[in-house]
């Protein structure tokens, strides 16, 4: 193939299994991963939530590297408006250091999680949220070890500083986070699994190519895969997005209508909740491989983040294992 595919790995949780066993079925998804071929491996950011427990992806994605030989693994991701930039990127230059090579720091802008948690998670600090692109512009610096002179904080490092820096990526879903990412000259990651719009992703794309055309471009993106199209069909039909759109304009996604609701309340504002048809690429290996095989051909995409929501466990795994590159590259041997 000419383009590469990664996994994005929430820590779904089920019903009747332990937070222990659900943090260990995303150790045990990582190996697997690195043994059928993927690229790398990501664990995302959720505050207080009863549907996944993967609220501190810095401190798995230490875990996973121990666990973990040669696959690349990172945050998908830290959720800068809420931490020191300066923090974050000594927590990441001392995984480097640990394992040169491997590591990469995704960095959303989204809160992780519902106003309740985010006013825990900002408690005691001054911060409004407000100041995301700063923030991101000083963590390059920091990462890279090139503070301006005329910055307050001139002459700081992030120690310690690695043999290899780990590899930035911000994550968004829309042509403005693309336009932030090339003009600081990091990598970028639009999340299709939320904003599923194919002429935003193409606004997107060619923003992004034409002030940053060196750098890399991926698409994380909502997979079902099964034997037969008729089970892959079915297993993606029982997935919703949930939308809360509040009066203040702001729309965000969540995992579930309770939550959606809550977050209203929590708001203070007045809001509605809508569900929406999820953008499921779903099918045989083959057909899911066609179809990103054109979303590669249109827009560029240089690799694939999987997000495969399916509940139940062994399902799954086995759609991750069904388009993975090891397992597609015996197809075309084969065919």
């Known amino acids: 193939m000419s383009y590469k595919l990664g996994i994005l790995d929430q820590s779904p949780v089920v019903e009747g299994v332990s937070n222990y066993d659900t943090l260990q079925k995303t150790v ?20 207080n939530s009863d549907t996944v427990a993967g609220s501190s992806p810095e401190v798995l994605v230490s875990y996973l590297l121990a666990k973990t030989k040669t696959i690349r693994v990172g945050s998908g991701g830290v959720m800068l408006q809420h931490y020191s930039p300066y923090k974050v990127a000594e927590n990441f230059n001392v995984l480097s250091t640990l394992e040169p090579g491997r590591v990469d720091l995704g960095i959303g802008k989204a809160p992780g999680g519902l106003p309740l948690s985010t006013k825990a998670l900002q408690y005691g600090t001054v911060n409004t949220g407000e100041d995301f692109e700063a923030r991101l512009a000083f963590l390059q610096q920091l990462i890279h070890d090139n503070v301006p002179q005329e910055h307050e904080l001139a002459s700081i490092q992030a120690t310690p500083i690695p043999p290899v820096k780990p590899e930035t990526y911000l994550l968004g879903a829309s042509p403005n986070s693309a336009k932030l990412a090339a003009e600081l000259k990091v990598s970028y990651a639009f999340a299709r699994f939320i904003n599923a719009d194919n002429e935003i992703l193409k606004e997107a794309a ?25 089970e892959a069909k079915e297993l993606a039909s029982n997935h919703k997005i949930i939308k809360v759109h509040l009066a203040s304009g702001r729309t965000l996604s969540l995992q579930t209508v309770e939550q959606a609701e809550k977050f209203g309340e929590e708001s203070g504002e007045a809001y509605e909740v809508k569900q929406y048809d999820a953008n499921i690429i779903y099918g045989t290996p083959e057909q899911v491989k066609q179809t990103l095989d054109e979303l590669h051909q249109t827009y ?11 509940p139940n466990p062994e399902q799954r795994l086995r759609s991750f294992e069904l388009l993975s590159p090891k397992n597609l590259l015996k197809q075309a041997v084969h065919a």
Not at 28 to 47: C, I, N, P, T
Not at 301 to 309: A, G, K, N, R
């Open 300 to 310: 560029g995409v240089d690799e694939f983040i999987l997000h495969t929501p399916i």
């Open 28 to 47: 045990d998804l990582a190996q697997k991963a690195e043994s059928w071929g993927y690229e790398r491996f990501w664990v995302s950011e959720h505050h």
């Open 206 to 230: 060619n923003l992004y190519r034409a002030i940053y055309p060196e750098g890399t471009f991926i698409v994380s993106v909502t997979v079902v895969t099964a034997p037969t199209a008729e």
